[in-house]
């Protein structure tokens, strides 16, 4: 079973800060199979980032996701006040389907 | 618009059964693999199921296997998640959400049904 390893678990930045949210797998993946998810209280989760790197419809430019292997990151170019929420990272494999990281919270600074 | 509804959550008490129901509209749900996902109060992402377009490829967390049976009704529009013999630990907000139809993610999600397990 992949383990997905989410740091740090809460970031403090201030708007128009760049956020650098990591995302460590147990064992190397492809990327293809790497998402990243934004929610925010009270919500549903929201699919930001698919492939590792590709923007979901609609998602601001801001928004970017690299990596491969065993490393990924999600990055927030300018944050927006609407951009502190927690972000997951996750993972399709096989047993289980679908695995989530634990969440990095990105607050208010 | 593309919409994913669920219902059926509620109080039940321990080793009693539940089901959820998720109702789709807006786009060609009989196209599209679903999943069901949970979050516990205060806690992060689980997935619980998974059902391809035909039904004919179903998945479970090792949660939930053999308590848990995931169906859909193409004709209804509707995905369903039968839950029994339900334990505290069920307790949890309950996602529906779409499979990326051509990738892997999920791209559409349901607002959540609230289940409590509680004596």
């Known amino acids: 079973e992949i383990v997905l390893t989410q740091s740090p678990g809460t970031l403090s930045l201030s708007p128009g800060e760049r956020a650098t949210l990591s995302c460590r797998a147990s064992?190397?993946?492809?990327?293809?199979?790497l998402a990243w998810y934004q929610q925010k209280p009270g919500q549903a989760p929201r699919l930001l980032i698919y492939?590792?790197?590709s923007r979901a419809t609609g998602i601001p430019d801001r928004f970017s996701g690299s990596g491969s292997g065993t490393d990924f990151t999600l990055t927030i170019s300018r944050l927006e006040p609407e951009d502190f929420a927690v972000y997951y990272c996750?993972?399709?494999?096989?047993?289980?389907?679908?695995?989530f990281g634990r969440g990095t919270k990105l607050e208010i600074k | 618009e593309v919409q994913l509804v669920e219902s059926g959550g509620g109080l039940v008490q321990p080793g009693g059964s539940l089901r959820l129901s998720c109702a789709a509209s807006?786009?060609?749900?009989?196209?599209?693999?679903m999943n069901w996902v949970r979050q516990a109060p205060g806690k992060g992402l689980e997935w619980v199921s998974y059902?391809?377009?035909?039904?004919?490829?179903?998945y479970y967390a090792d949660s939930v296997k053999g308590r848990f049976t995931i169906s859909r009704d193409n004709v209804k529009n509707s995905l369903y998640l039968q839950m029994n013999s339900l334990r505290d630990e069920d307790t949890a907000v309950y996602y529906c959400a779409r499979d990326k139809y051509g990738d892997y993610g999920m791209d559409v999600w349901g607002q959540g049904t609230t289940v409590t397990v509680s004596s």
């Open positions: 064992q190397s993946v492809s990327s293809s199979y």
């Open positions: 059902i391809s377009s035909s039904s004919n490829i179903i």
């Open positions: 807006g786009f060609t749900f009989s196209r599209d693999s």
């Open positions: 996750q993972h399709y494999g096989s047993s289980p389907l679908y695995t």
């Open positions: 492939g590792a790197s």
